[in-house]
């Protein structure tokens, strides 16, 4: 079992930055391949960016590309997403996950999930 916990969300105007982390605790955090999804009201949880265990691969949803930078430390068990250029539509509750695939951070592969932590960017 893998817990995770967001925090790093709030409010923050449009061009704004934010950064996320992700803690995890249970098993050994580096054989997994972790993700950032979003889910804002009234839509489906969507991809975000994802990161390889070892941090040697990253991947970007096309709307977040150059804006958003996945990140991990795995001797401290984090995982992190620094969020530039913030935009309205960024606005939606961000979600961390852990896949077993040391590689694959697709939505289907994700095993494990923190509880969210809401980011509003205002106009």
């Known amino acids: 079992q893998v817990l995770l916990v967001e925090s790093g969300g709030g409010l923050v105007q449009a061009g704004g930055s934010l950064r996320l982390s992700c803690a995890a605790s249970?098993?050994?955090?580096?054989?997994?391949?972790m993700g950032w999804f979003r889910q804002a009201p009234g839509k489906e949880r969507d991809f975000v960016a994802g990161?390889?265990?070892?941090?040697?691969?990253?991947g970007y949803a096309d709307s977040v590309k150059g804006r958003f930078t996945i990140s991990r430390d795995n001797g401290k068990n984090t995982v992190s997403l620094q969020m530039i250029s913030l935009k309205p539509e960024d606005t939606a509750v961000y979600y961390c996950?852990?896949?077993?695939?040391?590689?694959?951070?697709?939505?289907?592969?994700?095993?494990?999930w923190g509880k969210g932590t809401l980011v509003t960017v205002s106009s």
């Open positions: 996950a852990a896949s077993r695939d040391h590689s694959n951070w697709d939505y289907y592969s994700m095993d494990y």
């Open positions: 249970g098993r050994p955090f580096s054989i997994y391949a």
């Open positions: 990161i390889n265990w070892s941090g040697t691969s990253t």
